[in-house]
């Protein structure tokens, strides 16, 4: 799973890496959520020190694909 990078985040590019040596596996399934910080929740700039004080939730899309991930298994 992939978000949006926040400082000090694994960036899009470095995300390739992990693409490259898992993408081919049939146990391992990659999902980008490209509107999603690094903790995904949902917003339009990367996650800044403060957002770990305000209550927010995790993207709907994101517990989602995690149940559907979990079941499947």
């Given at each position: 799973m992939w978000s949006r990078a926040?400082?000090?985040m694994v960036?899009?590019?470095r995300f390739s890496v992990w693409i490259a040596g898992l993408g081919?596996?049939?146990n391992v399934d990659i999902?980008?959520?490209?509107?999603c910080d690094h903790?995904?929740?949902p917003g339009d700039t990367p996650a800044v020190p403060a957002d770990y004080a305000r209550p927010q939730h995790v993207d709907g899309e994101v517990v989602?694909?995690?149940?559907?991930w979990i079941t499947a298994r």
């Open positions: 926040g400082p000090g960036a899009a590019a081919d596996r049939a999902r980008t959520y490209p509107a903790l995904f929740f989602a694909d995690i149940a559907q």
